[in-house]
């Protein structure tokens, strides 16, 4: 069974909509809703913000609802100065940018587990790859439909999908100097948001296979908070669900 995660209802609600034969469990204060998507078993949770909800509503699909492969998908800030609103990453690895428990272990290591980066499956990350890429394509090749009229209106041009490190940690970065701090200690990284470390150190922890896509709805800075909103309520849940729809029904291998 696949699990798809999101971090608030806009990034889910599409995608809770398309499941068939649907039963809902409430575990914690969360709604698992399990069913068929595209003739996969599925199921899709809103976890809530931040690292330990997104910790515990990962613990409760792998050990409670026998989740055998993790996705996660949602919005991120974008951190690499090349991305642009709309663009999507896919993340090879991630880390918690505000995990530090200097001088016991060195900076951004997780405590005991003996890393500092997670890494993604690579086979689900290339299914999700795949699938983000199609989606953008065919957004570009056909201007007049509904997904690339709702880009247009929020400023989207040309996205693209790109793979690299996503920074997580319990903070929305609203500032200039706050991302220009982050780009410095980890220059590595493509974008920053709030669960998607926690999710798989999760995963790492039960030999679970998992992916983390992320799209850029803001720069992480001054304007954030504005970018954050709008995009989220014209087109979040848009991308996930096109994305998921090209990867689950395309006959993806993962």
């Known amino acids: 069974m696949l699990a798809i995660m999101g971090a608030m209802p806009d990034e889910v609600r599409h995608l809770v909509d398309a499941l068939r034969d649907v039963r809902t469990v409430t575990r914690g204060n969360r709604r698992y809703h399990r069913g068929t998507l595209w003739g996969h078993d599925v199921v899709v949770v809103f976890s809530h913000w931040g690292k330990v909800a997104s ?4 613990t409760t699909l792998v050990s409670e609802l026998g989740a055998e492969l993790l996705l996660f998908t949602g919005v991120a800030g974008g951190v690499d ?10 993340a090879t690895r991630l880390v918690q940018h505000d995990l530090d428990a200097r001088p ?7 405590p005991l587990l003996g890393r500092t980066y997670l890494e993604a499956d ?11 890429a199609t989606f953008l394509s065919e957004v570009a090749n056909a201007p007049d439909t509904p997904v690339a009229t709702a880009l247009r209106a929020v400023g989207v041009s040309a996205p693209r999908v790109v793979e690299g490190l996503v920074a997580s940690g319990d903070r929305f970065f609203a500032s200039d100097a706050a991302r220009a ?18 999710v798989a150190q999760v995963c790492v922890e039960h030999g679970v296979p998992f992916a983390v896509v992320r799209t850029i709805s803001d720069a ?12 989220l ?17 395309g006959g993806a291998s993962f």
Not at 81 to 90: A, F, H, I, K, Y
Not at 181 to 198: K, S, Y
């Open 181 to 198: 701090e982050l780009r410095r200690d980890l220059p590595e990284t493509t974008c920053v948001e709030m669960e998607g470390a926690a």
């Open 233 to 249: 309520e014209a087109v979040a849940s848009t991308y996930s669900h096109e994305i998921l729809r090209r990867m689950l029904g």
């Open 55 to 58: 910790a515990m509503t990962a």
């Open 122 to 132: 690579p086979t689900l990350r290339a299914a999700v790859h795949d699938a983000a």
């Open 104 to 110: 016991l272990f060195a900076r951004h290591e997780i």
């Open 220 to 231: 992480a800075g001054d304007h954030a908070a504005v970018d954050f909103t709008t995009f």
């Open 81 to 90: 100065p090349t991305l642009r609103v709309g663009d999507v990453v896919v």
